[in-house]
């Protein structure tokens, strides 16, 4: 069964520039999420889809931060402008539909904004 | 929300059982105790999880208090490749992950 899949891998831009994420989930997953993931810390929840929903999206800087995932399979993430502390490794994750259901991670975006 | 506490590091010879104790002394009653561990320049690779009861599958043991204020993932023969920071996480629903316990495992 193919894993999460996520491009680029990495990312090297210069602040006030923009940038995208692009992210496949595990075919059959309803729930789609995105992490952020700063340097030594662990991952903090950026957004939750479900299918082509949005469940929760209150950790998500909407001034710069933007997602979708218009028909509920891939989704996409975007930064715009970006800053110097967006430099973080963008995380996508998946899971079947419901509650309490295990999360399995993509190999993540490394983004330096310069 | 309950808050884990795990210490920043540990070492661990190959071969040998490794224990990453995680303290959770806030979980409520509903609440699951998630481990994920995230291998250098690897997203988070899921673990185990449990409720209540001591839980093994074929990466690992889990075993909770029986107050569920404390548990430990046991990692029975740990190899090089199991060099990685391992995360508990308390979950009700979303996850939230801390800093973690950075596990060397040594030849």
């Known amino acids: 069964e193919a894993g999460v899949a996520q491009s680029p891998r990495y990312k090297i831009i210069e602040k006030r520039q923009s940038v995208a994420f692009w992210c496949n989930p595990i075919s059959g997953h309803a729930t789609l999420y995105w992490y952020q993931q700063i340097l030594g810390q662990g991952p903090k929840l950026l957004i939750q889809f479900q299918n082509n929903g949005v469940v929760d999206d209150s950790q998500l800087p909407k001034d710069r931060f933007s997602a979708e995932r218009l028909k509920g399979v891939d989704s996409t993430l975007k930064i715009q402008p970006a800053k110097l502390e967006d430099s973080a490794v963008y995380l996508c994750a998946s899971s079947t539909e419901g509650r309490m259901k295990t999360q399995y991670f993509g190999p993540g975006t490394r983004l330096l904004v310069l | 929300d309950a808050k884990t506490t795990q210490p920043p590091s540990m070492d661990c010879a190959e071969g040998r059982a490794a224990n990453l104790p995680c303290n959770h002394s806030t979980i409520s009653g509903n609440e699951y105790v998630y481990w994920y561990r995230q291998i250098h320049s690897q997203g988070p690779q899921y673990i185990i999880h449990?409720?209540?009861n001591n839980e093994t599958n074929e990466m690992a043991s889990l075993i909770i208090t029986e107050d569920r204020k404390s548990s430990t993932l046991i990692l029975p023969h740990a190899t090089l490749r199991d060099t990685a920071v391992y995360y508990c996480?308390?979950?009700?629903?979303?996850?939230?992950f801390g800093a973690g316990t950075r596990l060397t495992v040594k030849p």
């Open positions: 996480i308390v979950r009700n629903n979303d996850m939230r």
């Open positions: 449990g409720l209540k």
